[in-house]
T-cell receptor, first 111, second 115 residues
Framework: AQSVSQHNHHVILSEAASLELGCNYSYGGTVNLFWYVQYPGQHLQLLLKYFSGDPLVKGIKGFEAEFIKSKFSFNLRKPSVQWSDTAEYFC?????????FGAGTRLTVKP | GAVVSQHPSWVICKSGTSVKIECRSLDFQATTMFWYRQFPKQSLMLMATSNEGSKATYEQGVEKDKFLINHASLTLSTLTVTSAHPEDSSFYICSLGTGTHYEQYFGPGTRLTVT
């Protein structure tokens, strides 16, 4: 069965710092990749997704992610974080409607 | 994207009682819906896949007789936690599958507390 690993459990940054959250998956076939964000007290929202084509995908709120097939990775990046980015971030991999989530990374941005 | 609602948003019940959680697709025909469980500070765990008009498919380790899923229409799926116990206290989230690249849209979740 496929699995998803997020390396960072809790990341603390100051405003304007750059962000990179790691995500690796184990499935070797064709997958669809997602990053979701869960703001405090709110439901999961889609940040960005990758299905095919350009491996560098841009999402909402200035986030982007790069799919590196050889590394089975789909890391999330943002050049300059804001206090409002404080949230839980989940990487997810979907193969044939089998969606698996990583454990999540809690991001705390200090003003 | 599709809009998914859940009702109730939170519920407290006594041990031994049953609780029904509704998941509605407001603007999309949901052939497939998914039920997840999220423990505090943990990730989402898929419980079951709900297909309209047929029996749900449960993940390994999930008791189908305890977590009853009904998906009788294209806009509504329900999860009933039967004979609830305190260890069933959790955050239950549903999502609908769009069939397009298997993208899912999530509901706001239901927090269940069993006392």
């Amino acid at each position: 069965a496929q699995s998803v690993s997020q390396h960072n459990h809790h990341v603390i940054l100051s405003e304007a710092a750059s962000l990179e959250l790691g995500c690796n998956y184990s499935y070797g076939g064709t997958v669809n990749l997602f990053w979701y964000v869960q703001y405090p007290g709110q439901h999961l929202q889609l940040l960005l997704k990758y299905f095919s084509g350009d491996p560098l995908v841009k999402g909402i709120k200035g986030f982007e992610a790069e799919f590196i097939k050889s590394k089975f990775s789909f890391n999330l990046r943002k050049p300059s974080v804001q206090w409002s980015d404080t949230a839980e971030y989940f990487c997810a991999v979907n193969n044939n409607n089998d969606m698996r989530f990583g454990a999540g990374t809690r991001l705390t941005v200090k003003p | 994207g599709a809009v998914v609602s859940q009702h109730p948003s939170w519920v407290i019940c006594k041990s031994g009682t049953s609780v029904k959680i509704e998941c509605r697709s407001l603007d999309f025909q949901a052939t497939t819906m998914f039920w997840y469980r999220q423990f505090p500070k943990q990730s989402l765990m898929l419980m079951a896949t709900s297909n309209e008009g047929s029996k749900a498919t449960y993940e390994q380790g999930v008791e189908k007789d305890k977590f009853l899923i009904n998906h009788a229409s294209l806009t509504l799926s329900t999860l009933t936690v039967t004979s609830a116990h305190p260890e069933d206290s959790s955050f239950y989230i549903c999502s609908l599958g769009t069939g397009t690249h298997y993208e899912q849209y999530f509901g706001p979740g239901t927090r269940l507390t069993v006392t």
